[in-house]
C-alpha cells in the first residue's frame, strides 16, 4: 500500500471515529507500534497487533472495511 493510500485510509478511520465517539488506542511508541485498538464505551471494537518484534504496520484500508462491515460509517469528506 502506498503512502497516499495509507493516508487516505487513516484519515477516513480517523474522521469516522471521531463521529461515533470511538477511541484510537496505540501500543507503544512511535515508529515502533506494537498495536492499535478502537475502542468503544472501554470495549475493543477492532484491534491490529504486530505478532513478532518487528514494527506494526498498520493496515488502515482493512480497519476502515472492518467498521464499514459493522455499520459505523461517516466521517468522509
Known sequence: MSAVEKKR???RVRRTCLKHDIDIIY?????MLAGVELLKDGTVIIGDYAS?????????????EELNDLGITGGIK
Open 9 to 11: 485510509f487513516y484519515n
Open 27 to 31: 501500543d507503544g511508541v512511535p515508529k
Open 52 to 64: 513478532n518484534a518487528q514494527p506494526l504496520d498498520v493496515n488502515w484500508k482493512r480497519i476502515h
